[in-house]
Nanobody, 123 residues
Framework: QVQLVESGGGLVQPGGSLRLSCAAS????????MGWFRQAPGKEREFVAT????????SYADSVKGRFTISRDNAQNTLYLQMNTLKAEDTAVYYC????????????????WGQGTQVTVSS
């Protein structure tokens, strides 16, 4: 089992920045692809970004390309999402996700989810 705990969400004005963190525990030695997904009110959960175990492969949703950066620190078992130039449409609950299979998953989620952290972009 893998446990994921997100932090770093909050209220920010349009154009501002936030950095989300996700701390992994449990079978962290088996964790491969990790990523972020989000769910806005009344909408389905959607892909935001993923990163391979080595960090050498990343994928981003078109809506966040050039504004968001995903990274990970395997020594600290932590995943990050740097979010810049935030827009009102980025408002959502952001979920950390992890998979154990060694093949990079691209935009497909793995079986492990965090509890989510709220990001609200509003003036």
């Amino acid at each position: 089992q893998v446990q994921l705990v997100e932090s770093g969400g909050g209220l920010v004005q349009p154009g501002g920045s936030l950095r989300l963190s996700c701390a992994a525990s449990g079978r962290t030695f088996s964790v491969a692809t990790m990523g972020w997904f989000r769910q806005a009110p009344g909408k389905e959960r959607e892909f935001v970004a993923t990163i391979s175990w080595s960090g050498g492969r990343t994928s981003y949703a078109d809506s966040v390309k050039g504004r968001f950066t995903i990274s990970r620190d395997n020594a600290q078992n932590t995943l990050y999402l740097q979010m810049n130039t935030l827009k009102a449409e980025d408002t959502a609950v952001y979920y950390c996700n992890a998979g154990l299979d060694p093949i990079y998953r691209g935009n497909r989620p793995g079986p492990y989810w965090g509890q989510g952290t709220q990001v609200t972009v509003s003036s």
